[in-house]
């Protein structure tokens, strides 16, 4: 999964050291940005099952089998939307973008938000527009 809704730090400061918190909007949890999710997924996605790759051969691999694939990455300007997508399985008719030895250059990704694509491959994340990116698979 991934949170829409997660614990603001104060919370989770205060759940760590034992103490209940009870969920409160704007209090003690805040709705999830894609620059948020970034965050989020260097701190918390392994713990929640998630595990980071670095390559995307292993992506695109993880897709294939089944697994949740993401790109996620957080604007250099906070106040900016950072983005995410999702790496989508491979089809007879769709396919990642590939080298002439086969490795995967472009994922093969799906997205939902300002713009909608069914079917996209691309390296966006690694535009001048990102302070950081990374890739992770869930089973």
């Not at 999830?32 to 292993?58: H, I, P, Q």
């Not at 604007?75 to 396919?95: D, L, W, Y």
């Amino acid at each position: 999964w991934i949170p829409r809704m997660w614990w603001t730090g104060r919370a989770i400061r205060k759940i760590r050291a034992g103490q209940t918190v009870v969920p409160k909007y704007g209090s003690t949890i805040s709705e999830m940005s894609a620059n948020k999710l970034y965050d989020w997924f260097e701190e918390y996605a392994e713990e929640c099952g998630w595990r980071e790759v670095e390559t995307y051969d292993e992506l695109q691999e993880g897709a294939n089998q089944g697994e949740v694939g993401i790109i996620v990455a957080a604007h250099r300007i906070s106040s900016r939307s950072g983005h995410i997508t999702a790496v989508v399985p491979e089809t007879s008719s769709h396919k990642a973008q590939r080298d002439g030895s086969g490795r995967v250059t472009a994922p093969l990704q799906s997205q939902a938000g300002r713009v909608n694509r069914k079917y996209f491959s691309s390296n966006w994340e690694k535009g001048n527009s990102y302070r950081g990116y990374s890739y992770w698979l869930h089973a």
